[in-house]
Nanobody, 118 residues
Framework: VQLQAFGGGLVQAGGSLGLSCTGPGGIVNVNAMGWYRQAPGKQRELVAQ???????DYADSVKGRSTISRDNTKNMVYLQINSLEPEDTGVYYC?????????????WGQGTQVTVSS
């Protein structure tokens, strides 16, 4: 299963950025979808997550200035971050929990670089 993330780039502090991620085509059982990021020298951390019913959860660092959404008909997940800060810099990975042949597993996109300049 291949996930593909789009939308990274170089943005000035205070700006906004939208990321999108495509999941598997066809009818598949996708549970939670999310975005993680990994800053240089740090561990990968959860940025935001959304359940199939639309319940969302955000890291404290982005709460109030980011929005995660999903399109269940297309198996896509989106992330909008506003008021970007240099601390938002990192590689952003999309994640989907997909059940295949009765087994739930995590699948990851290839990562997209986001750099916020001060």
């Amino acid at each position: 299963v291949q996930l593909q993330a789009f939308g990274g780039g170089l943005v000035q502090a205070g700006g906004s950025l939208g990321l999108s991620c495509t999941g598997p085509g066809g009818i598949v059982n996708v549970n939670a979808m999310g975005w993680y990021r990994q800053a240089p020298g740090k561990q990968r951390e959860l940025v935001a997550q959304i359940t199939p019913s639309g319940t969302t959860d955000y890291a404290d660092s982005v709460k109030g200035r980011s929005t995660i959404s999903r399109d269940n008909t297309k198996n896509m997940v989106y992330l909008q971050i506003n008021s970007l800060e240099p601390e938002d810099t990192g590689v952003y990975y999309c994640n989907m929990q997909i059940k295949i042949f009765g087994r739930l597993a995590d699948y990851w996109g290839q990562g997209t670089q986001v750099t916020v300049s001060s």
